[in-house]
């Protein structure tokens, strides 16, 4: 019999019963669960550190989103930590693996099974350490000729070494030793509950190819967070300068508003070509809300700087005129502003997800 102890912070009564039914509705697993109520009771309570892993609710009375998980990060920093969120909330989940988190899950989508998993999974990989794993290693470890027995499931190493079942790195005659069994538990000669009882190696570190490489080197670079302010800071700046120039007639700022708009125009393609690649590669491609109303914006504020750039380019004089035209072009430049705004706080949203 598995036995798990679980520290569950949550603070829907409601959600805590139906997680904990969902949880001692699984066969072959004996649970001890503690529930606490708000995040100050976790935090009190992390000292002691009694637990197999956490699951911490990120809509507590008392914290919420990425900063309640922090908080809880900072106190116990070897927890496994299974963040439960009550709405579909993809880039907070994102936001908290790559925070620290072992997985995020809905509960409103959730099952007993799915729950079990990420609970195994979280504590395996905090049981090996996040210590990677290649798959040259792995094949080294073939239980041949008295060597250790390792195979990966789900991209966890297991080191099976010491089950009788396993003779010559060969298990029944179907499943070999040193290798990856992928994600499929039908391929895996145990099931989840007795893998979970042998050593946690590692984590395994997939060969990727050359183009695998460069776009996780580029994805490193963060090249939208730099890229996307030029065209936003650079396009408000120039209404500002235009409005001052409208205002008291000093015609640098009039030039000044020029060339804030050159260099928005100019900045708006890598902006735009490092957020889709941003929204592919980190985020893939899920189409949230918050993600499709980002992209509608940012096509909004391309085009607006556009038109502004082709009017302004094609006549030098347009603002000086002090004509209805003017006025047109002054109103065309201040919709930059909200467009902008709105655009940072979209981007604010999927950075700090609350």
Not at 115 to 120: F, H, Q, S
Not at 264 to 286: E, H, K, S
Request: glycine letters at 8%.
């Amino acid at each position: 019999m598995e036995y798990i102890r679980v520290l569950l912070v949550e603070g829907n009564p409601t959600d805590s019963s139906a997680l904990q039914d969902m949880l001692r509705a699984c066969p072959g697993v004996e649970w001890h669960i503690e529930r606490l109520a708000t995040l100050a009771q976790c935090l009190a309570r992390l000292d002691a550190q009694e637990f197999d892993v956490l699951l911490l609710d990120l809509d507590l009375p008392d914290g919420r989103g990425l900063n309640a998980l922090t908080k809880v990060q900072a106190r116990a920093p070897a927890a496994p930590i299974v963040v439960l969120l009550g709405e579909d909330d993809f880039e907070l989940s994102v936001r908290a693996v790559r925070t620290g988190a072992q997985d995020g899950l809905v509960k409103a989508h959730l099952d007993g099974r799915q729950l079990l998993r990420a609970i195994r999974h979280a504590i395996a990989r905090r049981a090996g350490g996040h210590r990677p794993v290649s798959v040259a290693e792995l094949a080294l470890h073939d239980g041949k000729e008295g060597r250790p027995a390792w195979l990966a499931v789900r991209g966890i190493v297991y080191d099976v070494t010491g089950s009788r079942m396993w003779r010559n790195g060969v298990h029944v005659r179907k499943h070999a030793a040193g290798t990856d069994l992928g994600d499929g538990l039908g391929a895996a000669p145990h099931g989840e509950d007795v893998l979970a009882r042998f050593p946690v190696v590692g984590e395994l570190v997939p060969e990727r190819t050359k183009a695998q490489r460069i776009v996780a080197l580029l994805e490193r670079l963060h090249l939208h967070p730099i890229s996307v302010h030029f065209p936003q800071a650079c396009s408000i700046l120039a209404a500002v300068f235009a409005t001052a120039f409208a205002a008291g007639g000093d015609r640098s700022f009039d030039t000044t508003s020029w060339h804030l708009l050159l260099a928005a125009f100019a900045a708006t393609p890598a902006a735009i070509a490092t957020g889709l690649f941003d929204w592919r590669v980190t985020y893939q491609a899920n189409r949230t809300p918050v993600f499709v109303a980002k992209i509608a914006l940012s096509s909004v504020l391309a085009l607006l700087v556009s038109a502004c750039f082709a009017w302004r380019l094609l006549d030098p004089d347009v603002l000086a005129a002090r004509t209805p035209a003017s006025w047109m072009y002054l109103a065309l430049l201040l919709a930059l502003v909200p467009a902008a705004v709105a655009l940072g706080r979209l981007g604010g949203r999927i950075v700090f997800p609350e």
